[in-house]
């Protein structure tokens, strides 16, 4: 029986026990997938910049909020804190748009780093950094996870990402790819 799939926006959690396929789509955002393998139970998040904002209704776009309810959710499900294992993907440089702007996926590979050290969360393995998209499928019960490079992405989706990276701060929604 072929498990069930979602796909996961940023800002986006997803914890199961049931077996269940989590896609998202990154860029300079990171997906942080933990897992418990004796409970079989996993999940994933999808986080755009490492902290800001405030515990509320956009707060799974920050690392660490989004780490936070990325852990609660697995808990919930029945997973051992003890016991979890995490990957993690994204933290690309995909847009060419120099400044501060252009470090934001360093900075997200640094703070999840940290945060995963910091918690005592071993770190499994890590596809991070460089300079093009990745397409990422976590299996939930099984911890598994399967990684597609996108080389090429759609001009007028890159263009909408420079605009809104340049605009002021109001974290409303924000395609990046489709």
Do not use: W
């Amino acid at each position: 029986m072929k498990p069930s799939e979602i796909v996961l926006p940023i800002g986006g959690v997803y914890a199961s026990r049931q077996p269940m396929v989590v896609k998202t789509l990154l860029g300079s955002c990171i997906a942080v997938c933990l897992h418990d393998r004796i409970a079989a139970v996993g999940g994933m998040n999808h986080f755009m910049l490492p902290s800001g904002g405030s515990a509320g209704e956009d707060s799974g776009r920050f690392g660490v909020h989004a780490m936070d309810l990325l852990i609660g959710a697995i808990m919930k499900a029945g997973g051992d804190r003890r016991r979890f294992g995490a990957k993690v993907f994204g933290g690309a440089n995909v847009l060419d748009i120099g400044g501060t702007a252009g470090e934001i996926g360093r900075q997200n590979i640094e703070f999840i780093e940290t945060f995963l050290r910091d918690e005592g969360i071993p770190l499994l393995n890590a596809d991070v950094g460089g300079t093009v998209a990745r397409q990422v499928h976590f299996h939930t019960k099984t911890g598994r996870a399967f990684v597609k490079r996108v080389t090429r992405v759609r001009p007028d989706l890159l263009a909408e990402e420079r605009r809104q990276r340049s605009a002021p701060a109001a974290y409303g929604r924000i395609t990046l790819f489709e």
